[in-house]
């Protein structure tokens, strides 16, 4: 039977050092300080109110979860995914000049970015118009989140033309351009997981994190607290309140733990049950056929058990993760050895070989103070041995005859030794 094939081989995701996600809530906290007025507006916005409401529900971002579901992907001839429609044609590419900041800066072919905005237009914008101000929450949202790239990059003129007309912003199918932009990043990033290098994120990645709380409720809940039970009558993006950070770890633990009754969506449909949906108005002209996906959406509808099958793995991901030569901690080493110990046991080896290290770097830090007073005490011996000899008493002198004392230093408190220090582990070396 002929199936996707994985990404990796179970266990054997690379570690990465750092993900540089480009789609950060934290340009809605600026613009929700300089611009509050104008914020509130946006957020009963039909299109991008529920982007802003994600913020006002204190929705995180879980870089670990998003890595570690890019690691499990099965490889497919698809280029797109079957979620948004496209809608039809029209010149996006106009727009009325009205003598504001944005009508401006387009009519000179200037450049702004995200980082511009944040040092200086957001905190001088009180002097703007209103709806050049209203514009400035919307090229924020759109630059900042739903096409999420470098804040050192110029903002695409196509956006800020289409946020001088509001009805016209509205009408953009984001859905479709935000996906395909994420989708198109997320291939970028595919040389980055197999090198086990630092790899950069550009688009809505927050939207794919929400999709894996959905598609996984118990995971959901994990990290954050549902808002209510019938998802399918709201915005998913504004379905979850809170946030708490995931560990690696508890990724893992969750897999191996995960059980029968725990429900899991492979499509994340309309109705909101476990429907594999092929709507024939979310189909692209462009789409490739893949027997291998047909295949397994069939397989999920008569309800497979996938607890037991064996993924056959792409032969470009098979390869092993360059060893760049980091050094593991000792409990990394230990538990490296014995493959076969879970998580939990693992945090018990690591506790157990941090709390014996933390007595022994004590006693080598008082060691190593006792030392450096050592050496302090012998140079300063040394500097007494070099002074000039006290001459020697007669020979004939008799046992009742005191020594000269001309010889001998005439104040000697006058000439302290050097003190010994004992250096601690706050002391500056």
């Not at 072919?109 to 209103?130: E, F, Q, Y």
């Not at 019938?230 to 993006?237: D, E, G, K, N, Y």
Request: glycine share 6%; aromatic share 8%.
């Amino acid at each position: 039977m002929d199936l996707p094939k994985r990404f990796f081989t179970p266990g054997s995701v690379p570690e990465i050092d750092k993900i540089n996600n480009r789609c950060t809530l934290s340009i809605l906290s600026l613009v929700k300080q300089y611009l509050e007025a104008e914020y509130k507006i946006v957020l009963q916005d039909p299109v991008f109110g529920s982007i802003v409401k994600m913020h006002e529900n204190g929705l995180g971002y879980s870089a670990r979860l998003i890595h570690s579901i890019l690691c499990k992907q099965l490889m497919t001839d698809k280029k797109h995914e079957l979620w948004f429609r496209e809608t039809k044609n029209e010149n996006w590419d106009t727009w009325e000049k009205d003598g504001g900041f944005w009508s401006n800066l387009l009519e000179s072919n200037a450049g702004i970015t995200l980082k511009m905005i944040k040092d200086v237009h957001i905190k001088t914008a009180n002097k703007w118009s209103r709806d050049d101000r209203l514009r400035l929450v919307y090229v924020c949202i759109i630059a900042g989140l739903v096409m999420a790239q470098s804040i050192y990059i110029h903002i695409p003129h196509k956006y800020i033309m289409l946020v001088m007309d509001l009805e016209r912003l509205h009408r953009y199918p984001w859905g479709l351009k935000s996906f395909d932009f994420l989708v198109a990043n997320i291939n970028k990033s595919s040389a980055g997981l197999r090198e086990g290098k630092s790899y950069t994120l550009d688009g809505f990645s927050l939207a794919l994190q929400i999709w894996l709380m959905e598609a996984m409720p118990v995971l959901g809940t994990m990290m954050s607290t549902k808002v209510k039970d019938a998802p399918v009558t709201i915005h998913r993006c504004t379905n979850w309140s809170g946030f708490s950070a995931l560990s690696f770890g508890d990724i893992s633990r969750l897999e191996s733990t995960f059980r029968n009754i725990d429900d899991i969506y492979p499509f994340i449909s309309c109705t909101g049950d476990f429907d594999v949906v092929d709507s024939a108005e979310y189909v692209r002209d462009d789409e490739m056929t893949d027997g291998r996906v047909d295949c397994l959406k069939n397989m999920i509808s008569h309800g497979k058990d996938w607890s037991t099958h064996v993924w056959e793995i792409d032969g470009a991901g098979d390869e092993s993760v360059p060893n760049r030569g980091k050094k593991r901690m000792l409990w990394e080493r230990a538990v490296t050895k014995e493959s076969h110990i879970d998580d939990g046991l693992q945090s018990f080896i690591r506790d157990l070989f941090q709390s014996a290290l933390k007595p022994l770097e004590e006693k080598i830090d008082n060691l190593q103070g006792k030392t450096e007073g050592l050496e302090t005490s012998v140079a300063a011996l040394t500097i007494k041995i070099g002074e000039p000899a006290p001459s020697a008493p007669p020979i004939n002198a008799t046992r009742s005859e005191e020594p000269s004392t001309s010889a001998l230093p005439t104040n000697p408190k006058t000439v302290p030794l050097p003190k010994t220090v004992r250096k601690t582990r706050n002391s500056k070396r």
